[in-house]
């Protein structure tokens, strides 16, 4: 029997618009991933809109929230690393090859995950039953996904993502270039987040997974590898 496999998507955005500040993906939020998915014998490609290199968010390296998860260990990793130097561009990507696509976050993705190809691909996963899923900022790219049906991806769909009093506590609030709390909402998401924020939550509907927070990551893992094999 083949392996399982899923597709992740990361970011290629190394800085703001706005501001002179870094930012690229959320590390944690590829690692505590690949890490779950990987231990369950999932098979893992990384892909981006561009294809190619992908930076890091230095934040991610400095504020961990899951550090005992292993992040530090991944990126000590040449082999691991590597995996970002060169990665497959999304609209190459058949998503027939996959079981399920995943998101990462990082405010990297705000400027380039609201994406045609990447909403085509993200669309072909689910009319054709595979799981699609996103952590933090990642549901950035569900915003333009529209289904088979000519309806959106989020219309009436239970779904998370990274709040606004996260964005403004992590003083970015004034150089995101919108609030991917409102634009969910917008597609006719129906929005909850944690009592607290940048605690873990999960909103699975159906074959639908969100993520709220980068804390939210490995929890994501789990809801995803359970439903790829309860498929």
Not at 29 to 34: K, S
Not at 69 to 74: A, C, I, K, P, S
Not at 171 to 195: C, H, I, M, W
Request: charged share 25%; aromatic share 10%; hydrophobic share 40%.
């Amino acid at each position: 029997m083949a392996a399982q496999k899923i597709l992740i998507i990361v970011t290629n955005v190394r800085e703001y618009e706005k501001a002179g500040m870094r930012t690229g993906l959320w590390l944690g939020e590829l690692t505590h991933f690949y890490d779950y998915a990987e231990e369950h014998g999932f098979e893992l490609d990384i892909a981006s809109p561009a294809g190619g290199y992908v930076p890091i968010d230095p934040e991610s390296l400095a504020h961990d929230v899951l550090g005992e998860l292993g992040t530090d260990r991944r990126y000590r990793d040449r082999d691991f690393m590597d995996l970002l130097k060169d990665t497959k561009k999304a609209s190459d990507v058949k998503a027939e090859d996959y079981d399920a696509i995943y998101f990462t976050g990082g405010h990297g993705v705000m400027f380039d995950f609201r994406d045609q190809a990447l909403a085509g691909l993200t669309a072909r996963f689910h009319d054709s039953g595979r799981i699609v899923s996103a952590v933090c900022h990642g549901p950035a790219g569900l915003l333009e996904v529209t289904l088979e049906n000519g309806d959106p991806l989020l219309k009436g769909k239970n779904v998370t993502g990274f709040s606004w009093p996260e964005e403004e506590a992590a003083q970015r609030a004034d150089v995101v270039p919108f609030s991917l709390q409102d634009e969910l909402k917008s597609r006719g998401g129906n929005y909850t987040v944690a009592d607290q924020p940048f605690d873990p939550y999960v909103v699975t509907d159906g074959r639908l997974i969100t993520g709220q927070n980068p804390a939210s990551a490995r929890a994501v893992a789990e809801a995803v590898v359970a439903a790829v094999k309860n498929r």
